[in-house]
């Protein structure tokens, strides 16, 4: 497998796990200094995470927990660009974009992000062509469903072969529209459209997805099936159970671990890294 990506101007060497850090951009405030001290603290947050070993930071401007509200393209773009901008101005990291739309991933492009992050795979409009024009590595999300709906009643013959196909699928339609397959990340979306019990499922069977020999990315910090693990734990009281999974994850292959606590999962990453790494004594 090939695992150094080319991110825009910088590389990233996925033979350690890297962790990428999540920085979401909540709605603006109505007045200009409201706008700045949004900006400076996205710049904070993306700072502290660097700082604790983050070699990507996701940014994303459209929530896509179950029941979010939707945010028109105008609205990310607005939240995005300037984040962006600011972050390479000011920083020394790799800058991942978690969009779907073709417009924001031009424009965040020619802004120096050096990652595409979709949810949707590029199956929105325009994204296929827009992400291949790009030259950046993209990472590609299996959802069932959409965000508004996905949790009503997840159903599944087989998570893993159902997955599986969809992954498929959508290498074949980036290698027809130019993505070079060498540019693609996989990632089985934790909590997209499905139970406890089918993340359980491909979390277990993880490695099983190694054989499509492309980079497994992995994002289940803080999310509802570690609630539910711990019956009902709220939002932030799942730190341990995230970094537990994490460590699951890369003892199972997973190059990009996703996260929003990024000092307790490199830590747990590095250990988990360290005894994949050993030789048989
Ligand atoms: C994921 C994501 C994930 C990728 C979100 C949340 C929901 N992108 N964006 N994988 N999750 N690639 O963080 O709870 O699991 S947003």
């Known amino acids: 497998m090939n695992s150094i990506l080319?991110?825009?101007?910088?590389?990233?060497?996925?033979?350690?796990?890297?962790?990428?850090?999540v920085l979401n951009i909540t709605p603006d405030s109505f007045s200009d200094g409201g706008q700045y001290l949004q900006l400076d603290a996205a710049l904070h947050q993306a700072e502290l995470m660097l700082n604790d070993g983050a070699l990507i930071i996701d940014v994303g401007a459209e929530s896509t927990r179950p029941q979010a509200n939707p945010v028109s393209e105008q609205q990310e773009l607005d939240r995005l660009l300037p984040v962006?901008?600011?972050?390479k101005q000011r920083l020394d990291v790799i800058v991942s974009i978690d969009t779907s739309s073709a417009r924001v991933i031009s424009e965040s492009a020619r802004l120096g992000a050096g990652l595409i992050n979709d949810v949707r795979a590029l199956q929105r409009p325009g994204a296929l062509a827009a992400a291949a024009a790009t030259n950046l590595p993209i990472c590609l999300m299996h959802?069932?469903?959409?965000?508004s709906t996905m949790q009503v009643?997840?159903?599944?013959?087989?998570?893993?072969?159902?997955?599986?196909?969809?992954?498929?699928?959508?290498?074949?339609?980036?290698?027809?529209?130019?993505?070079?397959?060498?540019r693609l990340i996989l990632d089985v979306g934790f909590g997209f459209g499905k139970t406890l019990t089918h993340n359980l499922s491909l979390l277990k069977h993880l490695a099983e997805f190694n054989d499509l020999d492309l980079p497994l990315l992995v994002g289940m910090s803080r999310k509802s099936m570690l609630g539910a693990i711990l019956?009902?734990?709220?939002?932030?009281?799942?730190?341990?159970?995230?970094?537990?999974?994490?460590?699951?994850?890369?003892?199972?292959?997973?190059?990009?671990?996703?996260?929003?606590?990024?000092?307790?999962?490199?830590?747990?990453?590095?250990?988990?890294?360290?005894?994949?790494?050993?030789?048989?004594?």
């Open 6 to 21: 080319l991110c825009g101007d910088k590389t990233l060497d996925l033979s350690p796990t890297v962790i990428m850090g």
């Open 84 to 87: 962006i901008a600011a972050i």
């Open 143 to 147: 959802m069932q469903g959409q965000p």
């Open 153 to 182: 009643q997840p159903h599944y013959q087989s998570v893993l072969d159902e997955v599986r196909f969809f992954l498929q699928q959508r290498i074949v339609a980036c290698t027809a529209a130019g993505i070079a397959r060498e």
């Open 231 to 281: 019956h009902g734990a709220p939002v932030h009281e799942r730190l341990y159970a995230g970094v537990g999974a994490a460590t699951i994850a890369v003892m199972h292959g997973a190059r990009i671990i996703r996260t929003h606590d990024v000092k307790a999962t490199k830590e747990a990453v590095a250990v988990a890294s360290a005894v994949l790494n050993v030789r048989r004594k």
